[in-house]
């Protein structure tokens, strides 16, 4: 009964519109208050606690470095170097913006970040090209959601807090999906400018990709310091985080020169804007689930449905179909801070390794940002192809059609994810 009611309020506030950190707030606060004698002191101790950790650190800080790393030349020089590597295939740039994208994930983090930094660069140089609107804008939209797969991943580390997993198995386990959703989004990408005949440039010479590989190294190398040293024991992903940051500014500011010092001041505001948005969604979502807890809920949800007798397979198409619904009005952060605490207790009943469930859940947290109606992606690529949320949605769709089909193979074949931490000893 007081799940239902729990539910229930949250969905009502949702559907007017509130924003979901707010409604998650309100649902909480008016459910202790009105139901339940939790006092107010442990309600606030609870507050605090909660987001006392060490792994939420990191997130102000990837999203600091992704910001430098987008204002900073970096993207332009990856574009290039991509470019020199694959530019020469059908649909070359395209393959370039998957390649760019991928590399890019790689040391900035987010998806959106990811998007605006490849999307405003190359999107304008394919259409010069001659290459449809909707073909570029559907690589970018769907290329940017690497973002939140390849580590360093924002996403994962919401999980981890949400659930008490190892943020550096995450980021290993994040490696080869990462790897292969980039080349599954490449071939998709090549197939359809082979068939349609879509221009591609001249073969680069050897001379030329060394040179674009030099200009983009110092870029590259963050990939490096943060993985090898997450690997190697150097430092944790909290630390990693702050140290890609001070990395990211030095070579904005002082190696490439493409961020004056004045500018540095816009960069740290436009990062402490949304590391404080994220953390009152987190703060609001600690709350939800300390009330979650304290009623019982996620424990009688996970014996109804081992009760049922679902078994693995059936409990993880569930669990998709669940995930994907939820990606129709709500952000990635959110879904993962409300729903992994609900679902997190029965995948362990039934066996399923954390870290393999971890990295099903940011896979599909992939696929909802580039569908509408709240696809995040499709936003920001709406406002660099100043396209509209339909044109964009029928031009993602051989991609997304793509990543559907590369998430039933990540959740029916766990191994893909946990091959890497396992194998480096990080489980």
Known sequence: MNAAIIFGLLLTLMLTGM??????????LTFLFTMTHVPVEAVALKLFTGIEK???MSIPFFILAGN????????RRMINFASAMVGHWHGGLGLAGVMACALFAAVSGS?????VAIGSIILPAMVKQGFPDRFGAGIITTSGALGILIPPSIVMVMYAVATNTSVGALFMAGVIPGLMLATLLGLVTWYRAWKNNYPRGEVASWSERLRTLREAFWGLALIIIVIGGIYTGTFTPTEAAAMSAVYAFLIAVF?????PLKGVPKVLLSSANMSAMLLYIITNAVL?????????????????????DLGIIAFLLVVNVLLLMAGNFMEP????LIMAPILFPVAIKLGIDPVHFGILIVVNMEVGMCHPPVGLNLYVASGITKMGISD????VLPWLLAMLAFLGLITYVPIISTWLPRTLGMM
């Open 19 to 28: 924003p979901i950190s707010i409604s998650l707030g309100l649902t909480v």
């Open 54 to 56: 060490f792994e939420i």
């Open 68 to 75: 430098f790393l987008t204002h900073g030349g970096v993207a």
């Open 111 to 115: 998806s959106p970040a990811t998007v």
């Open 255 to 259: 190696v490439y020169k493409d961020m």
């Open 288 to 308: 939800f689930s300390f009330v979650l807890a304290n009623e019982n809920i996620p424990q009688a949800i996970a014996d109804w449905i081992v009760g049922k």
């Open 333 to 336: 952060s959110s879904i993962v």
């Open 392 to 395: 964009l949605t029928v031009a």
